[in-house]
C-alpha cells in the first residue's frame, strides 16, 4: 500500500529506528484484527478499522470467514471518509 510506505519513509526521515517501530505498531495492529476480526468497530458497512498505537493511523479491513482484506491504511487527520474513495476506484 502506498500509503504505508509514505508513512514509513517519512519516519525514517524524522529520526533513526522511527520508521522500525512504526511498522512494528502496524503489524502489531494487523496481528490484533487478525486474532479478533469482528471486536473493532465498523466505518462503513461492512468494512472496520483497527488503530495503530502510538501513531496517528487506522488500518481499515474487511473481515472475511478465511481471511483479513486490508482496504486502506489511513491516517487520523486526513477528510473522513477519504479512504473510501480507494475502495471505490
Known amino acids: 500500500m502506498q500509503e ?8 525514517a526521515q524524522r529520526s533513526p529506528g522511527l520508521d522500525f517501530e512504526f511498522a512494528r505498531a502496524v503489524d502489531a495492529a494487523v496481528a ?14 461492512e468494512f472496520r478499522h483497527v488503530i495503530v498505537r502510538k501513531f496517528p493511523y487506522s488500518v481499515i479491513y474487511h473481515p ?14 486526513r477528510r473522513p471518509g477519504a479512504w473510501s474513495q480507494s475502495v471505490r476506484s
Do not use: K
Request: proline share 8%; charged share 15%.
Open 4 to 11: 504505508l510506505l509514505e508513512a514509513q519513509a517519512w519516519y
Open 32 to 45: 490484533r484484527a487478525l486474532r479478533m476480526p469482528l471486536a473493532f468497530p465498523c466505518v462503513e458497512a
Open 64 to 77: 472475511l470467514p478465511s481471511e483479513l482484506v486490508v482496504i486502506s491504511f489511513f491516517h487520523h487527520r
